[in-house]
């Protein structure tokens, strides 16, 4: 089963329109029972941009899929240069009021869990628990041979002492970590292998074209039974492998409720989508109910 095949998705005509009406999210959390699924539009006010929308990385890029990573050693050099560069940036993102936010709801109990698409780990950061990370996280590295995992940072300093001199401007960074760089720009960079048995390394995320672990689907799916109502935040729902939830919870009569400023993919199984940026419209929901974000 193929998990992130679907790059792009063109709005239908005839998707309801947005609005700006934040009362159904209101009252969705002050019944409790909230499970999020967010997406890359969580995390682009942290400096992390998203494949879609406006500016969207996609116009300009096609993230690197496990056939072509596996394919050929120098596809391996091509991605860990670009991905090497990238990871600077997100190391230096934090999170925003929106990842605070979604903190603050769970601290409260409104949450019944957490669900991410993204790779950066700053919900973790913002202080939420028990995220499960739908594609993985940037921050362990895996052995495709012998599947030890270790942390990226280990990996980054490893990397930094055998390309010294490797110290290109890229034109841009992706929500993969994976930065705009040439041919040109990565042919002397020296990829590193397993420490533990020499084999060929890999961030522990679900690359396009790679399959979710079935066991993390049949939690994400166990959660989407035990909510009331599945929150989308920031995502375009464009691939199956967060679409399926969205799917499962309307089959379910749960109530689903999107905030994204684009259209989605999930819009016609939603009760409503909210048109406004998470940043403004996550603390604008915690302040009607007097809830305090902190951080």
């Known amino acids: 089963m193929r998990t992130r095949p679907t790059l792009h998705w063109t709005p239908p005509p005839g998707l309801p329109p947005g609005t700006t009406d934040l009362q159904p999210v ?8 909230v499970l999020v699924l967010t997406g890359a539009g969580i995390s682009t006010e942290s400096g992390i941009p998203a494949y879609r929308g406006e500016g969207g990385s996609l116009s300009r890029h096609t993230p690197m899929t496990y056939q072509d990573f596996t394919a050929t050693p120098q596809a391996r050099r091509r991605y860990w240069a670009r991905s090497h560069l990238g990871w600077r940036t997100f190391g230096r993102a934090r999170p925003n009021a929106g990842h605070r936010t979604v903190a603050a709801f769970a601290r409260h109990g409104l949450l019944s869990g957490v669900i991410t698409q993204n790779v950066d780990g700053l919900h973790q950061a913002a ?8 594609h993985g996280s940037l921050a362990r590295v895996r052995c495709l041979d012998c599947d030890a995992r270790t942390a990226r940072h280990e990996l980054a300093v490893r990397l930094e002492t055998a390309n010294a001199a490797f110290e290109p401007v ?19 960079f020296r990829v590193l292998p397993c420490t533990d048995c020499g084999g060929i390394l890999k961030p522990d995320v ?15 799916r166990q959660l989407v039974r035990e909510a009331r109502t599945v929150l989308v935040l920031g995502s375009s729902l464009t691939v199956m492998s967060g679409l399926r939830f969205v799917r499962q919870a309307a089959q379910e009569d749960k109530r689903v409720l999107i905030i994204n400023r684009d259209p989605t993919r999930g819009d016609p199984l939603a009760h409503t989508r909210v048109s406004l940026p998470l940043g403004t419209a996550l603390p604008a929901v915690a302040a009607a109910m007097s809830l305090p974000i902190g951080g």
Request: include cysteine.
């Open 26 to 33: 209101i009252d969705a959390l002050s019944t409790g029972g």
């Open 170 to 188: 890229a034109a841009g960074i992706n929500p993969d970590g994976d930065a705009d760089l040439s041919d040109e720009q990565v042919a002397d």
């Open 206 to 220: 679900v690359f396009f074209g790679e399959t979710v672990p079935a066991q993390r689907i049949e939690h994400c």
């Open 127 to 134: 202080g939420s628990e028990g995220v499960v990370e739908l």
